[in-house]
């Protein structure tokens, strides 16, 4: 017999399941993600922090688990709410099915419900609290309750949670074609990269760019930073709420004073956006998939993007050396900006995908090639 699980939403809704990972109970903010593949990737992204994460995808786990599809050490969502987990996992890769997978990281997650549903309540409320219950005894009341009693993004600073505790250097190379083995290229730059919540696969399109790479925890001082005499400075992704962060800013704003080759992405992107004195606000679902079209200005190109992001840069408050480089074709809203006056630029969707299209990679080679004007 399946072991009874349930998820309640703030708004009253309650949705009845089993679960699919650990028992236990797990709250957060539910947001609804359209990639159709990708779920360890999505899993082990810092940026999910406090969040319980829907696929809107209806089969969930299909090829199975892997050492090797990670974007950091252990998962980070709060949670997965899923349609339904296929009962065998098939691909040359998967070492452990995603249920067992779940359950030995102590993630509670739930099958069986209606997705749609769930993610049409999502679209027309924003982005709810949530909390999943899952169990023999599960009490809807309880759960309600609980989700009523988290207390929401606004405000949350993550990044330092789930930063590195230490400064490390990247030395895992470039992945050969053959997916299993490394080479590492020539070093070019030195480039100190901050972990608000970094993703593996960013630090590897780095390294593929010749960068030797240092990384630093979340509240490292910019001053201790610009005495290693980076060639550039990478600002991350990662989870919660970027005007919570201001040592992030306040370091920003040092680098954008000493004019260093600077480059953000996502968190990385709305904290540039503060350091310059603008204003990010929360959106009312936010961008979660594999699939977002996105314009570059300069040329017109439509790029498919993957996006994981619940704030954005507000444009209106952009100052005025800077120049819009993206937007989104859903909604309009800011994908990308640079600065006129300075070698610094940045993107709110994740170049690096994983999961997702690479049609965005370019953004890698811009960076090293401000880092090379700059020399
Ligand atoms: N992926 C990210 O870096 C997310 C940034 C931020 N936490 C947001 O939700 O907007």
Request: aromatic share 8%; glycine share 10%; hydrophobic share 40%.
């Amino acid at each position: 017999m399946p072991i009874p699980a349930l998820l309640a939403l703030e708004d009253g809704s309650v949705f009845h399941g089993h679960a699919v990972g650990a028992t236990g109970e797990t709250t957060g903010e539910v947001v609804f993600n359209t990639a159709m593949t990708g779920y360890q990737e999505i899993l082990t992204d810092p940026s999910y922090s406090r969040q319980l994460v829907t696929l809107t995808y209806p089969h969930i786990g299909n090829t199975g688990c892997n050492a090797e599809d990670v974007e950091s050490e252990t998962v980070q969502a709060a949670g997965l709410i899923v349609r339904d987990v296929p009962r065998r996992a098939s691909n040359w890769r998967s070492s452990e099915s995603l249920p067992d997978y779940l359950k030995r990281h102590g993630i509670v997650a739930i099958a069986g419900i209606d997705t749609r549903r769930l993610t049409r309540i999502l679209r027309d409320k924003g982005a709810l609290a949530g909390c999943i219950l899952a169990g023999e005894q599960v009490d809807a009341e309880a759960a309600l309750a609980k989700a009523r009693a988290f207390p929401g993004l606004n405000g949350m600073d993550l990044a330092k949670v789930v930063t590195t505790a230490r400064t490390y250097a990247w030395n895992e190379g470039v992945y050969n074609l053959d997916k299993t083995t490394f080479s590492q290229p020539a070093r070019r730059f030195k480039v100190v990269a901050y972990d608000f919540g970094v993703k593996r696969n960013i630090l590897r399109l780095l390294a593929e760019q010749g960068c030797d790479i240092t990384v630093v925890p979340a509240q490292t001082p910019a001053t201790e930073v610009l005495a290693m005499k980076p060639d550039g400075v990478f600002l991350s992704n990662g989870p919660g709420d970027p005007a919570a962060c201001d040592y992030a800013i306040a370091a920003t704003k040092t680098f954008l004073e000493a004019k260093i080759p600077l480059f953000g992405i996502c968190l990385g992107h709305q904290i540039m956006g503060l350091a310059l004195g603008a204003k990010t606000l929360k959106m009312k679902f936010g961008h979660h998939g594999a699939n977002h079209p996105v314009k570059d200005l300069d040329d017109g190109r439509v790029l498919i993007t993957s996006q994981n992001h619940g704030f954005a840069v507000d444009p209106a408050t952009l100052p005025a050396n800077v120049r819009v480089t993206h937007n989104s074709l859903f909604d309009g809203s800011l994908q990308g900006f640079a600065l006129t006056d300075r070698p610094a630029f940045c993107f709110q969707g994740h170049p690096e995908a994983s999961p997702g299209p690479h049609d965005i990679g370019y953004l890698f080679d811009r960076f090293a090639q401000l880092m090379q004007e700059a020399r």
